[in-house]
């Protein structure tokens, strides 16, 4: 695509909208559409066009970028309800970027295919901070042809790599949420036990900065647990979905991954306590609960 091509973005949600605002500070055309529309409107002052319906967000669209919550809903939005991809244009090229299941980004390239319309996978990981910092780590699957045409408009959200074929941008995001999950796993435990043994988990985790234990989960989730600061960049009920989908593939491919369904045990049982929609690092009130430490309860969604 030699000119600036139009981009439909779907989905302006925690990550959406200031991923969307990039694109149009970076003088993308855009037009933007909400399940909720108030949640898109702030997103004018920026130059963006407010779509009413997602089939006018993508009429004229060279790229439809999608950041909606799961499969299911992206799968309602190009085939169901929506109907988005009876309006898409022949040769444009749809990038979902919502964390979804391999097979069903298969399922989806494939329908979309007998439109003569591409496709990449190319989920995210960053979160919030990411999003809003444009730097997010963007791992994308699909033919070197469909890659190439969406790169100049991937390049303003963050550092992107080109993994393969489709399906495989998908794969690498469930090989990161499993260390992510498992990371966030250990952390809340070393913090409990700290605190409880007698040290301070803040000069804890100041001490592990810049060791072989530093991370980025340890530098922004260890301050969110350190903080009980749990408003979601990445709930709890989304981190259960990556388990699911993990676990389908490992059946698939006939893996035992002892450790990833162990951690994933852990996440769902902080589901079922009722704090699902807490951030993920909000695990370590799992841990505490379960050792009868847990001082203080807060309201599902809301910072401590």
């Known amino acids: 695509?030699?000119?600036?091509?139009?981009?439909?973005?779907?989905?302006?949600?925690?990550?959406?909208?200031?991923?969307?605002?990039?694109?149009?500070?970076?003088g993308f055309p855009l037009k933007v559409w909400n399940r909720?529309?108030?949640?898109?409107?702030?997103?004018?002052?920026?130059?963006?066009t407010i779509a009413s319906s997602a089939s006018e967000a993508v009429?004229?669209?060279?790229?439809?970028?999608?950041?909606?919550?799961?499969g299911e809903a992206a799968d309602d939005v190009l085939f169901g309800t929506g109907e988005v991809a009876t309006h898409l244009k022949s040769g444009a090229i749809v990038v979902m970027m919502s964390s979804i299941a391999v097979d069903v980004a298969r399922a989806q390239a494939r329908r979309?295919?007998?439109?003569?319309?591409?496709?990449?996978?190319?989920?995210?990981?960053?979160?919030?901070?990411?999003?809003?910092?444009?730097?997010?780590?963007?791992?994308?699957?699909?033919?070197?042809?469909?890659?190439?045409?969406?790169?100049p408009v991937l390049s303003v959200l963050g550092r992107v790599t080109h993994i393969g074929q489709v399906g495989a941008g998908q794969l690498t995001k469930l090989a990161n949420q499993i260390i992510v999950a498992g990371t966030i796993a250990l952390i809340s435990e070393a913090f409990t036990l700290a605190a409880q043994g007698g040290?301070?988990?803040?000069?804890?985790?100041q001490a592990l900065t810049g060791g072989f234990a530093d991370s980025i989960i340890l530098q922004q989730q260890g301050l969110r647990?350190?903080?009980?600061?749990?408003?979601?960049?990445?709930?709890?009920?989304?981190q259960v979905k990556d388990f699911d989908a993990v676990a389908r593939v490992a059946s698939e491919?006939?893996?035992?991954?002892?450790?990833?369904e162990c951690v994933s045990k852990l996440f769902r049982a902080m589901v079922a306590e009722g704090d699902g929609a807490l951030d993920h690092s909000g695990l370590i009130r799992h841990i505490q609960r379960l050792n009868g430490l847990l001082k203080t309860d807060i309201q599902p969604g809301a910072s401590s």
């Open 199 to 205: 040290a301070d988990p803040a000069q804890v985790r």
């Open 253 to 260: 491919v006939q893996l035992s991954l002892p450790t990833t």
């Open 225 to 238: 647990m350190i903080e009980g600061r749990f408003t979601p960049g990445g709930n709890a009920f989304n």
């Open 1 to 26: 695509m030699a000119h600036k091509p139009h981009i439909a973005f779907l989905g302006t949600g925690i990550m959406g909208a200031p991923m969307a605002r990039h694109l149009a500070e970076a």
């Open 59 to 70: 009429a004229d669209a060279d790229v439809i970028v999608f950041m909606v919550t799961s």
């Open 112 to 151: 979309l295919a007998r439109y003569n319309v591409g496709y990449v996978d190319a989920p995210v990981s960053g979160g919030e901070t990411g999003a809003i910092n444009a730097t997010l780590a963007i791992m994308a699957g699909g033919t070197d042809h469909d890659f190439e045409a969406v790169l």
């Open 36 to 48: 909720t529309p108030e949640k898109a409107e702030a997103l004018a002052a920026c130059g963006a």
